[in-house]
């Protein structure tokens, strides 16, 4: 039989529902207003008004978007560190996850305390530049991705996952004639699917979103990812170095869009890769995480 709601049951659910349904209406419109604000022309969207449709329709700001060499530039680089930063990443903290996940490797106390100690401390920016200085990285692509390779909580996570499968299965492949490198990818990997899919993403959102590196530790303006020429347009209220915000005219003719439609155009094809992606990825995070943080 169907337990009966109580009269204060059903205003609990009510309000409950009404302040979640509010409280994400509040968190996708600020997304959504600047979708609209990308497909409108900027002279008009200037009037004000236009709050839940584009009120003149225009594909010109992703255009003039697209045709600037330094956005493409930018993206083709925080593509190409985004993909090399997870598939090096996740290889070099799987290989640490694992070894260090071997109870009985010599010295794995010891290891586990220095890499925890070294988190405490940093050196700051300075110290830090000129590490990367001396490495030759300031002025090179790999600025993006070698620094960034291993992260301690990512490995903690993935070691934790790898400590709660059972050690009989590693001895039996043992047995079977298998070594570690075999293990770890036939094995191991296979049943981590979950915790990866949540470091790939870690990842891969951290390196997508990254404009610090770029802005502070780069020295070639030609080598900017894609999230420090957005920081640059919003600061300096400019499209790019090479588009020339809220101009008047271009090749004679007037046009429609402004340095604000502007930045709200490549703010989405900033973000639509990651909204795309999440979906995919979102079974996995919960789980992957979960898996990773209580036990160990």
Known sequence: MKIKESRGRKIFKAFNYTFLALLGIATFYPFW??????????RDFMRGGVWIWPRAFTLENYQMAFEDPTIGTSLLISVSATILSIVLGLIVTALAAYALSIKTLPGRSL???FWYFTTIFGGGMVPYYMVLRDLKLTSSFWLYVIP?????????????????????LRESAQLDGANDWTILSRIYLPLSKPIL????????????NDWFTGAYYQSKAALYPAATVLQKI??????SSQIKAGQETQLGNVTSFTSQSLQMAFVMIL???????????QKYYVKGVMVGS???
């Open 33 to 42: 207003y600047v979708l609209i604000a990308s497909f409108n022309t900027g």
């Open 111 to 113: 290891m586990n305390f």
């Open 148 to 168: 960034g390779l291993y992260s301690f909580y990512n490995f903690v996570l993935l070691r934790s996952n790898f400590a709660t499968i059972p050690g009989e």
């Open 197 to 208: 899919a949540t470091l790939t993403l870690f990842i891969g959102v951290g390196k997508w």
């Open 234 to 239: 919003l600061s300096e209220a400019t499209a």
């Open 271 to 281: 973000t639509m890769p990651i909204v795309v992606i999440y979906p995919f990825l």
């Open 294 to 296: 209580v036990k160990g």
